[in-house]
Every structure is written in C-alpha cells, then in structure tokens.
C-alpha cells in the first residue's frame, strides 16, 4: 500500500510540475475587465518599446505567468520553463541571427514597429499583433513577424486574469518553442 501512496504522490508532483497546457479560450471565467483591442494594442505597443529599447527584463515581464512561473524541482534552472538568464541569453543569441540575416554588423539596430493588432475570429481571449522589422527606416523584409523575428502571422497574445500576455501556443515547452530565443 506504501508503494502505491508513493507512486500516486510522485505522479501527482510529475504532473503539477509539468504544468496544464490548457487553452486559455478554455479557461473559467477570470476577474478583470472584458478583453479590448485597445488595452491588448497598449500592452503591446509597451513590450514592443521594452524590446526596442533593449530593456530585456521589462519585456520579460510581457510573458504569460504561466510560462514563466517555476516548475518543481523549484531549485533547478534545467527544468524551469524560461528563467530570466534564459530569456536574455536566447534575445541576444536570437537578435544577433537577425542581425546576421540582414547583413547587418553585430551592434546595429533593430526596431519592431506595430502594423496590425486583432483578435482570433470568435475568441476574443486570443489576439495577434502583426510586426515589421526595420534598420535605419528600412524595412527588413516584406512578411510579417513576431518578436522572435520569425515570419509569423504575427506575435500571439492571451487575455488571462484580466490582462494581455504574449504567449506561443506551445509555451508550455519551454524559453520560446526550444529555439535559441526567449520571449
């Protein structure tokens, strides 16, 4: 019976540190004001000035809570979903590809600049901010991005517990979709 107990409470831990993976379309409803595409086009027009400012840990903050709260074993940065030293790590891996794609030296500026802000047909707890890249007023290329700098439909947001978060639909796998990028 000992042995089940135990089985039964680590699976219990296993599965409480692994996180939900829920929808938030699907979630209860939350406290807060109904979701707007003014305050989602505020929240992202203030993480876009924190990414174009290169103020990492202001735009950190712009990540859902849930991909970034700590999973058990709590003391262990292997096993978190983006730590703020991953974050930073991956944004400067991630600018310094862009960079290189554009055929621009390592310190020249990028900027990201807001074309499009709207929400998913019939969910209005999902939005999507469409971005363009720029250098010196050029623009990097004709698609549209994320704040990755990958062609994207554009950057996905989420409304949970009355605020806007920007979350990839597959947050749950870690600091950005396991690539070389956190956001």
């Known amino acids: 019976m000992s042995r089940l107990s135990l089985l039964l409470g680590a699976l219990t831990l296993l599965l409480a540190a692994c996180g939900t993976g829920e929808d938030p ?6 406290t807060g004001p109904a979701p707007s595409l003014e305050a989602l086009r505020s929240r992202a027009t203030d993480a876009t000035l924190a990414l174009n400012e290169d103020r990492w840990l202001d735009f950190y903050e712009f990540k859902s809570p849930r991909s970034v709260r700590p999973r058990l074993p709590y003391g262990l ?7 703020q030293e991953q974050f930073i ?3 400067g891996t ?24 709207t ?25 549209f ?4 700098g990958e062609v994207e439909e554009g950057e996905r947001w989420v409304y949970i517990d009355g ?7 597959n947050w749950d796998e870690g600091c950005h979709e396991n690539t070389l ?3």
């Open 181 to 183: 990028f956190g956001l």
């Open 145 to 148: 991005h994320d704040y990755r």
């Open 77 to 83: 940065p292997a096993v978190q979903l983006c730590t």
């Open 89 to 91: 790590f991956d944004t």
């Open 25 to 30: 379309t699907l979630l209860p409803e939350q």
């Open 119 to 143: 929400t998913k047909e019939d969910r209005d707890r999902i939005g999507v901010v469409r971005l363009d890249i720029f250098h010196q007023g050029e623009l990097v290329t004709n698609e």
């Open 163 to 169: 605020e806007w978060w920007i979350e990839p639909e």
């Open 94 to 117: 991630r600018l310094a590809k862009i960079r290189a794609l554009a055929g621009l030296y390592r310190d020249e500026k990028l900027t990201w600049e807001i074309v499009d802000v």
